[in-house]
């Protein structure tokens, strides 16, 4: 029996407390995060790398197959382990090994609002980005994906641009292009801002650090270059390949860099914001190395695994925390395009030079799928049942996979699409 209980300040009574603790776990805030509490007690944050990263370990002797108690011969020894382990207690078996994906959950208040925003995909003051929508609101905008409709468009590159970022207040675009310059264009003033040349080579790939206070653009010239927005300046030059540099991904301060040298690298060491005028210090933390040429990469959601893809049409999945390679799929005829993981990072998604759009199974690393189009399909995003590419024609296609069709077509461009 226990009859002394002291109530919390904010609980009115022993029902008050009960209800509100209830109301507490059924909210939308617990089932928005309860897939982040699996990764630390059943998943992948219970052991490993991750798991000292997220500040989750505990004695060696409380993990499953922590120790052998019938290998201990001196019996005051086991009865003590036995002692720390019944009165610490035991973490649970491990269940997953890959991020938990996300509980779907609903926010109604916000779906008026989303279903015309979504129709056009548009951004505008006071609106929601669509990285910040919840699940069922992304649902309604991939349900309205084929109602894109063309808002403006700009010419501010005299050859094909090759990367876009966009600032997380959407007032500014950077872009690179094959005309070798990274430039800033305003989107509230629609005028170009600044052009900067780092060297007469073509510009790959560009993204935006956290902060919004640093792009980063690989190059046709071997390097990554860093550009400070606010002093307006090259702040520093990563000479880290030997040829040129085909695509970069950044996560939680490193950066990965693809390149027409046969690797994949991973960085550390990279600020946030870099305002000081001293020359980083960048670190190598792993090399990837593959065959031939790697065109594009890619990383899934809790950046535990990328995907790579080269030149002569091979699709490679890595583990990150071990830099090892996991599956090598030969599933394009011609270079890799594009290449991207689903949002429960289960299958990923390729598209090539040969015109086919692929679906692969992470785990075993089979083709479950394969479609075709009469052109190469350039870039691509998807929610893993629905597929949004880019054509070289300029075509927009809107592809249902689980019916394996075009459901819909959108004139985009009136060039080559190389985005």
Known sequence: MVDDVELPPWARSPEDFLQKSKDAL???YVSEHLHEWIDLIFGYKQKGREAVRAHNVFHPLTYEGGVDLNSIEDPDEKVAMLI?????GQTPKQLFVTPHPQRITPKFKSLSQTSCYNASVADSPGEESFEDLTEESKTLAWSNIAKLQLQEQCKIHKEAVTGIAVSCNGSSVFTTSQDSTLKMFSKES????????????ALSSCLLLPGDATVISSSWDNNVYFYSIAFGRRQDTLMGHDDAVSKICWHDNRLYSASWDSTVKVWSGVPAEMTGTKRHQFDMLAELEHDVSVDTISLNAASTLLVSGTKEGAVNIWDLTTATALHQIQCHSGPVCDAAFSPDSRHVLSTGEDGHVNVIDVQTGMLISSMTSDEPQRCFIWD???VLSGSQSGELLVWDLLGGKISERIQGHKGNLLL
Do not use: A, D
């Open 26 to 28: 059924e909210s939308s």
């Open 84 to 88: 720390q382990i019944l009165e610490f």
């Open 384 to 386: 893993g049942n629905t």
């Open 190 to 201: 629609k005028m170009l801002q600044r052009s900067i040349s780092f060297s007469n080579m």
